[in-house]
């Protein structure tokens, strides 16, 4: 597959369970060096029917030089718990634990020991809560800044387990399988884990009469999501004539065209691809701009467009004309979006537009140079609409369908010969 078939609008990447440690602190009468403290953390995360259950041992031993000698203790400590948790529970082996939320807002408790703890002494305290899932997609990522301890995901056998390439055991029992993991898999990036409950695959047709012929879009979903697969049915057929009188040219795409409700492991980590051969994946929690995007997408693969920057900067340019007309704020919101990745990154990231690629998984730690790429593309081709204008930029796109397969060069003489104007200036800041 080439990079040109990858379809991305924005980083969608689950945290509904974030579990990031970044404020494991407790409290001293001395003044501590926290830094030396150890903290071994076993966790358990148990898939459930719409709920993950999650039940953590946490080990705290006081290591703190400046508490030697009877000088101070810790009796506290502050752990980060998911955002949008329920049923929190904290106790230790003889009693419950009080806890209170942070005052500044922030993700995380200040849980009290039933105990002083001296220098070199340990005290183990578990904390269990449960957060809401999709009934069908359970996806959440896990972030351990521990200095030891592992993780163990319970999946039930309805459940097909989607995991990142890091090494892990996994034993199957009875109804379920138990994937056990290392801390070191997730301390530098969190780790995604998806998993999707097996249901039968519906789908649900409708004949779209678009400028000269109809198409028949299909929507495959997953069974109990009826209500999805209708509303992207009307989308589609809304947006698609949007997008015929934004280009310009009619779509130009197969005539069966096939959306298929995705999990995140399945649109490798982006919001939806569109294979460029009438099937499209979109994310199951994808909003308009994502559909409008992959739709778009039809006319970008029917160009032949040789460089990812026109693939993407084209598919956003009309995604947000189409979302002008249809949800102005949105439209808005996706503007500056773009805008703001190009002009905060620009220091980080010279490379020129041609020749960008994506990877063909996204991942976290190439997220800030993916999400530049697109807003550059994106920035560079509204800069050429808005120099070029509406309707000579249709010319355009009726020559860019016809020419059979455009590079830059092909691409900087069809916007000089159609606006009249001089465009090296421009391409050479760009690409
Ligand atoms: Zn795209």
Same mark, same amino acid.
Request: charged residues 20%.
């Given at each position: 597959m080439e990079s040109g078939h990858y379809s991305f609008t924005s980083i969608v990447f689950? *945290? $509904?369970?974030?579990?990031? $440690?970044?404020c494991v602190l407790a409290t001293s009468?001395? *003044?501590?060096? /926290? +830094?030396q403290n150890e903290v071994e953390v076993n966790s358990v995360y148990e898939v459930g029917c719409g709920v993950v259950h999650v039940s953590k041992e946490i080990t705290f031993t006081?290591?703190?030089?400046?508490?030697? &000698? /009877?000088?101070g203790f810790y009796s506290s400590l502050n752990y980060p718990v998911a955002p949008g948790h329920s049923n929190l529970s904290s106790f230790d082996d003889s009693s419950e634990i009080k806890s209170k939320r942070a005052e500044d807002g922030g993700n995380y408790y200040m849980f009290t020991f039933n105990e002083n703890v001296w220098y070199g002494d340990s005290y183990i305290l578990t904390l269990e809560y449960d957060v809401r899932m999709d009934p069908i997609y359970t996806t959440f990522t896990i972030r351990e800044q521990s200095d030891s301890g592992n993780v163990k995901l319970i999946v039930p056998d309805n459940y097909e387990a989607y995991l990142e390439d890091v090494d892990y055991a996994k034993e199957n029992l009875d109804d379920h399988a138990v994937y056990t993991f290392d801390n070191? *898999?997730?301390?530098?990036f969190p780790l995604r884990i998806d998993c999707v409950k097996t249901v039968d695959t519906m789908v649900d047709s409708e004949i779209v009469s678009l400028e000269g012929r109809n198409v028949s879009i299909s929507v495959e979903y997953r069974q109990g999501n009826d209500e999805w697969a209708q509303n992207v049915l009307d989308k589609t057929a809304t947006y698609l004539p949007l997008l015929e009188d934004v280009w +310009?040219?009619? &779509?130009? #795409?197969? *005539?069966y065209l096939t959306i298929r409700e995705s999990s995140i492991a399945e649109t490798k980590g982006y919001? #939806?691809?569109? &294979? #460029?051969? +009438?099937t499209i994946s979109l994310l199951h929690s994808a909003g308009d701009r994502v559909l409008i995007h992959e739709l778009s997408h039809s006319w970008t693969h029917a160009c032949n467009f040789e460089q990812l920057w026109m693939h993407e900067g084209y598919a956003n340019l009309y995604t947000f004309l189409v979302l002008k007309q249809t949800n102005p704020e949105k439209a808005l919101t996706m503007k500056s979006e773009l805008e703001d990745g190009y002009g905060k990154n620009g220091h980080n990231f010279v490379q020129a537009l041609d020749g960008w690629s994506i990877p063909d998984e996204y991942n976290t730690s190439s997220s800030e140079s993916i999400g530049y790429g697109y807003s550059k593309s994106f920035v560079f081709v509204s800069d050429i609409y808005e120099n070029v204008g509406f309707e000579r930029m249709q010319i355009a796109n009726r020559k860019l369908l016809a020419t059979g397969n455009v590079d830059t060069s092909d691409h900087i003489s069809i916007i000089e010969s159609v606006? #009249?104007?001089?465009f090296d200036e421009m391409y050479s800041n760009f690409v």
């Amino acid at each position: 597959m080439e990079s040109g078939h990858y379809s991305f609008t924005s980083i969608v990447f689950y *945290s $509904l369970i974030s579990v990031t $440690l970044f404020c494991v602190l407790a409290t001293s009468q001395a *003044s501590a060096d /926290w +830094g030396q403290n150890e903290v071994e953390v076993n966790s358990v995360y148990e898939v459930g029917c719409g709920v993950v259950h999650v039940s953590k041992e946490i080990t705290f031993t006081n290591m703190d030089e400046n508490t030697r &000698y /009877w000088q101070g203790f810790y009796s506290s400590l502050n752990y980060p718990v998911a955002p949008g948790h329920s049923n929190l529970s904290s106790f230790d082996d003889s009693s419950e634990i009080k806890s209170k939320r942070a005052e500044d807002g922030g993700n995380y408790y200040m849980f009290t020991f039933n105990e002083n703890v001296w220098y070199g002494d340990s005290y183990i305290l578990t904390l269990e809560y449960d957060v809401r899932m999709d009934p069908i997609y359970t996806t959440f990522t896990i972030r351990e800044q521990s200095d030891s301890g592992n993780v163990k995901l319970i999946v039930p056998d309805n459940y097909e387990a989607y995991l990142e390439d890091v090494d892990y055991a996994k034993e199957n029992l009875d109804d379920h399988a138990v994937y056990t993991f290392d801390n070191k *898999s997730f301390q530098e990036f969190p780790l995604r884990i998806d998993c999707v409950k097996t249901v039968d695959t519906m789908v649900d047709s409708e004949i779209v009469s678009l400028e000269g012929r109809n198409v028949s879009i299909s929507v495959e979903y997953r069974q109990g999501n009826d209500e999805w697969a209708q509303n992207v049915l009307d989308k589609t057929a809304t947006y698609l004539p949007l997008l015929e009188d934004v280009w +310009g040219a009619p &779509y130009p #795409g197969n *005539s069966y065209l096939t959306i298929r409700e995705s999990s995140i492991a399945e649109t490798k980590g982006y919001d #939806g691809f569109n &294979y #460029g051969n +009438g099937t499209i994946s979109l994310l199951h929690s994808a909003g308009d701009r994502v559909l409008i995007h992959e739709l778009s997408h039809s006319w970008t693969h029917a160009c032949n467009f040789e460089q990812l920057w026109m693939h993407e900067g084209y598919a956003n340019l009309y995604t947000f004309l189409v979302l002008k007309q249809t949800n102005p704020e949105k439209a808005l919101t996706m503007k500056s979006e773009l805008e703001d990745g190009y002009g905060k990154n620009g220091h980080n990231f010279v490379q020129a537009l041609d020749g960008w690629s994506i990877p063909d998984e996204y991942n976290t730690s190439s997220s800030e140079s993916i999400g530049y790429g697109y807003s550059k593309s994106f920035v560079f081709v509204s800069d050429i609409y808005e120099n070029v204008g509406f309707e000579r930029m249709q010319i355009a796109n009726r020559k860019l369908l016809a020419t059979g397969n455009v590079d830059t060069s092909d691409h900087i003489s069809i916007i000089e010969s159609v606006s #009249g104007k001089e465009f090296d200036e421009m391409y050479s800041n760009f690409v």
